[in-house]
């Protein structure tokens, strides 16, 4: 670990613009932003030169799976992929690890599977399930960013996906803590719907998966969302938004003032179904990638703010529940490993763009620090911030080969793509983590608490 009291650039993106600069650190925050060539006296500079200098990327949507499934992913091996990924803080969802983060008691016990084994920051979404709205305050109170919940089996049984009922138990103390719920949204009576329509289809075909979720699943779910979000007053947040006809939906809520903000995710928008070959599990996540019009109208809903931001959904298991064998997209595990390469993912269509950096920073850095209550202090380079910094260079192109990953199971759709954009080392609270492929020093990231600096 290398503590630096500046790092320099010819391309620093800051809330004002992107610049050559210095940004000053002190006590592991920005200090001060000067001119280039302003620079402290003595050693500890780290100059960037014509790279780009950015605020670490804060990830929201990373199932980590520790402990209870540690053979899926873990702290040490997630944290090292954010690390290589340029990600600073992730939030870590509330299912996939046993216990299912639910009660005070379960975010306890992931808080001490968690320490000293975080090359990052890492806090905590809590999770509502049927019969849980009495656990709500205390979680919230020992330090759960806000709450997700699926409208949809989640995958593992010990997080049961709720019904309205269970919703409209569980909206009044969201409201009254005035936490974000954070919902998957497909409802089950489309997918089952057409589900039944596909008895004699081929498993092994993606369109056949692409089918058994049709949009309806996700806009009549949507919709239900803004019913209750408008009538509860309750900040509601949609996770891995997928189709485009859920776009306007949110669009229009928004502007009727309904507290509802969305993602999307790199997946959504680097893949189209069209080009998903048979049998390639490895492309199963729910709701399904669809086709390339969907995809370059998310790419639109983006630009307009009808999406707010991008997120990994990082969600790997062993490659044996993939199913690789057979090729079956019913019975794969379904979820994407990505961790580490949301940001060449997002910049190898963005690149020559206009106001490329400038979005990227606020789909990837500022606007999902704000869903967790960090906008203050994470996602942005301005005096008095964390020091949790990024330096990558924009030109370089690489393809994706399963050495580079440093998730626990190698497996992901990104393999053998070539990628625009690459890390080259990573900054936490000012320390140098991680130099083009080097980890340094012990693992650092703080546990963060809600309402905790
Ligand atoms: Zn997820």
Redesign the pocket.
């Known amino acids: 670990m290398t503590t630096i009291r500046a790092i320099r650039s010819k391309s620093v993106v800051t809330p004002e613009g992107i610049r050559a600069a210095t940004v000053h650190i002190r006590n592991g925050a920005i200090e001060a932003i000067t001119g280039f060539n302003d620079l402290p006296s003595g050693k500890h500079v780290y100059d960037a030169g014509e790279s780009v200098v950015m605020p670490g990327l804060v990830d929201t949507?990373v199932?980590i799976n520790e402990p209870g499934r540690t053979d899926w992913e873990g702290f040490e091996t997630a944290t090292r992929a954010a690390a290589a990924g340029g990600v600073t803080t992730l939030i870590d969802?509330p299912l996939n690890s046993i216990p299912a983060t639910t009660t005070a008691a379960a975010l306890e016990t992931k808080r001490t599977a968690a320490r000293n084994k975080c090359w990052v920051n890492v806090g905590f979404w809590g999770g509502v399930v049927p019969g849980n709205p009495g656990e709500l305050r205390a979680l919230h109170r020992a330090g759960a960013f806000g709450f997700k919940c699926f409208l949809v089996p989640s995958g593992v049984p010990e997080f049961a996906h709720v019904g309205e009922d269970d919703l409209r138990a569980a909206l009044p103390e969201l409201a009254a803590l005035d936490a974000p719920l954070l919902v998957h949204a497909e409802l089950l009576g489309p997918i089952d719907e057409a589900t039944k329509k596909l008895t004699k289809s081929d498993p092994t075909k993606y369109r056949t998966w692409l089918l058994s979720r049709p949009p309806s699943a996700e806009t009549e779910a949507v919709e239900m969302m803004i019913r209750l979000a408008r009538e509860f007053k309750v900040r509601v947040h949609i996770?891995?938004l997928s189709s485009q006809l859920s776009v306007p939906l949110i669009r229009r809520a928004k502007r009727e003032g309904v507290r509802i903000t969305a993602e999307t995710c790199p997946h959504y928008l680097f893949f189209a179904s069209s080009s998903i070959r048979n049998g390639r599990t490895e492309f199963k996540c729910a709701p399904p990638i669809r086709d390339l019009q969907n995809g370059k109208k998310l790419w639109a809903a983006l630009g307009n703010g009808a999406i707010d931001f991008v997120v990994s959904?990082h969600?790997p298991s062993p490659p044996a529940m993939k199913c690789l064998d057979t090729g079956d997209f019913f019975r794969a595990w379904g979820g994407i490993a990505s961790l580490q390469l949301g940001l060449p993912a997002m910049w190898t269509n963005l690149s020559g763009r206009k106001d490329s950096l400038k979005h990227l920073v606020r789909w990837m850095c500022s606007e999902p620090a704000r869903l967790a209550g960090l906008e203050k202090h994470k996602g942005a380079i301005a005096i008095g911030y964390d020091a949790d910094l990024v330096v990558w260079n924009p030109e370089k192109r690489f393809i994706v080969r399963p050495n580079m990953l440093q998730h626990r199971h190698k497996l992901t759709p990104y393999v053998n793509e070539p990628l625009r954009g690459a890390v080259e080392a990573t900054f936490l609270h000012g320390e140098m983590i991680y130099d083009r492929g080097r980890f340094l020093g012990t693992p650092q990231g703080a546990l963060l608490r809600r309402g905790e600096r």
Do not use: A, K, Q
Request: hydrophobic share 30%; charged share 15%; glycine share 0%.
């Open positions: 949507h199932h969802m996770v891995h959904d969600s």
